[in-house]
């Protein structure tokens, strides 16, 4: 017996928005109502994924569910804001239980693991489709940006990048499956956002992005917004053994233009180095900021294709070389 | 030549949100940073709106750059909120100039009527749809919910419910188009989000909604979140000339049953009526409210098929009788 909209709220979210004490009111009425804490400023980011886009036909349902909160958090790790309230807008060819549940477990087990309440939202009949936008807090005049790059700025990147899109390049059957590659499909099923990093570094980095479009491509756009250059080494970038043993020769590749990873680039000044936190993630030193304009590739990487990140209206990528990858224009 | 994702971004959308000097940081960093002024609740709501499921094919893109926000400023009207703050999340097929020029048309336009600031958000390949989340700000322990109808209490609906339906049979060929039929269209193709009343409101209405999914299904959620019950008069429902003129007989079908119109149904206290605004837009008074539960409609409503509204995931909507109708579950 198909489920109705209304039945579809109440049983899958109502009661996900009670685990702040900061909502006056959840799922229900025609908004939620939130009371901010003082001395704040909130952090506001909407990120949609579309079935065959942002992740292949058939995917699982947690995963899934996952994956919308996931994005998005990773944008509030970025700007190091501590993640506060949600709202989901879903769309679904038709109303499906066992789907929603599996939904529900990826969405709640990541929001009730951030403190993120799910306030509100809508769903809807259409192509498989979620959208979530979040608010998140930040001490007034703390946030980090993409801006405040600075010449001499040494440059870091957490986790092992590449692996995500090795994993989804796995999961569609463009690369081997042996064992080792559970963990790159897991990378691509459940990527962590990296919140407990982003919240210490704030008054540590001197700018800092979330990798969603490719470790190149999404330095490109930190050096445009701050007005510098960037020089990456090919040899620093930690390519996994893993994405290694999977993607052979192209693991450099996957690690410099590979999306989804939702790990953090970030700039630190010399002086402040001292100050990175140890959290169990690592942080790999990759290159350093500099005068000038666009990113600067140094060393070898094999294979073919572009190295600039992945541009919804324009897929073939934009143009690059090994050396001297123009920035994207944002 | 087509656009890229960054230059849509940055040509349509990185000037829309300097209309508010609480934005701290607009569109083109991984969040948007604002500051809410103490002793606020912040209201919090998404709708989606999807090609073919929420307008039709072939529907101008300034009307549906408009509907987008209006019906997420309608939730806020709702609540008794003041706009300032969103987020926008579009889903468009390929990249198209010249329906984006229109998109934004629609949706700036409005935006800078209302005050509300669109700081940020995401574009993707995709089937077209377009999610809207909205923040407004309402005086701590002030907003309207459903939830405060109390028996006794006078049930009123802001200007003319049915003409937005009525617009779309007419777009659709489904009803002819005399003269009489454009402002029904218009009605339908750019809904006024009713938020100088939502606003004036607060402390007058007992409960408070917006019409969605028509008036009797909205009025039945209403009753339901306040558990009571209410009585609605047909003879007080305040059937447009135009509409009578271009539906006939069908008229007062389509004010119960109608969606899309986005005025308020509200519930006052006797004692509140003489502090009703006067605000240029019509207030009719339909019925009370009862102890009991579920809607009550009384007189005769000619046609045929169900007033309960329109349910996403049950498209033959909820089973209904002209007297006894029951409220939604929500």
Redesign the interface.
């Known amino acids: 017996m198909?489920?109705?909209?209304?039945?579809?709220?109440?049983r899958f979210f109502a009661s996900a928005g009670a685990c702040r004490d900061d909502v006056?009111?959840g799922v229900?009425?025609?908004?939620?109502?939130?009371?901010?804490p003082?001395g704040?400023?909130?952090?506001?980011?909407?990120?949609?994924i579309?079935e065959?886009?942002?992740f292949p036909a058939g995917l699982d349902a947690e995963a899934i569910g996952h994956r919308v909160l996931a994005v998005n958090l990773?944008?509030?790790a970025?700007?190091g804001?501590e993640p506060a309230?949600a709202?989901?807008?879903l769309?679904l060819p038709?109303?499906d239980s066992a789907w929603l549940e599996g939904f529900t477990r990826g969405l709640d087990a990541l929001a009730r693991r951030s403190g993120i309440a799910l306030?509100?939202?809508?769903?809807?009949?259409?192509?498989l489709?979620a959208?979530v936008?979040?608010?998140?807090l930040?001490p007034?005049g703390q946030?980090l940006?993409?801006?405040g790059a600075r010449p001499g700025d040494w440059i870091y990147v957490s986790g092992a990048p590449g692996e995500a899109a090795a994993g989804l390049a796995v999961l569609q059957g463009s690369l081997p499956r042996p064992a080792a590659a559970e963990r790159l499909v897991s990378r691509f099923r459940l990527p962590e956002p990296r919140l407990a990093l982003g919240n210490a570094l704030r008054g540590v980095a001197s700018a800092?992005?979330?990798v969603s479009d490719g470790l190149a491509a999404d330095l490109g756009k930190l050096c445009a917004?701050s007005g510098v250059g960037a020089r990456l080494e090919v040899a620093s970038l930690p390519v996994s053994a893993a994405l290694v043993e999977v993607a052979g020769a192209d693991a450099t590749r996957l690690c410099l233009a590979g999306g989804d990873d939702y790990e953090l680039l970030f700039a630190v000044p010399g002086d402040r180095v001292g100050d990175l936190p140890e959290l169990g993630v690592t942080l790999t030193r990759i290159g350093r900021v500099v005068a000038g304009a666009g990113v600067e590739i140094v060393g070898e990487v094999r294979g073919e294709g572009p190295l600039g990140g992945y541009?919804?209206?324009?897929k073939e990528g934009?143009t690059t070389t090994a050396r001297g990858l123009g920035g994207?224009?944002?």
Chains 1, 2 share one sequence.
Not at 119 to 127: C, I, K, L, R
Not at 133 to 136: D, E, L
Not at 311 to 314: E, I
């Open positions: 198909p489920l109705g909209e209304f039945e579809l709220i109440q006056v009111l229900g009425d025609d908004a939620a109502l939130v009371v901010p003082p704040v400023e909130i952090a506001l980011a909407a990120d949609a579309v065959g886009v942002h990773s944008d509030l970025a700007m804001a309230w709202l989901l807008s769309t038709r109303s306030v509100g939202g809508d769903t809807t009949s259409g192509p489709a959208v936008s979040v608010a998140g930040v007034r946030a940006r993409r801006s800092c992005i979330d917004a541009d919804h209206f324009l934009r994207p224009s944002q």
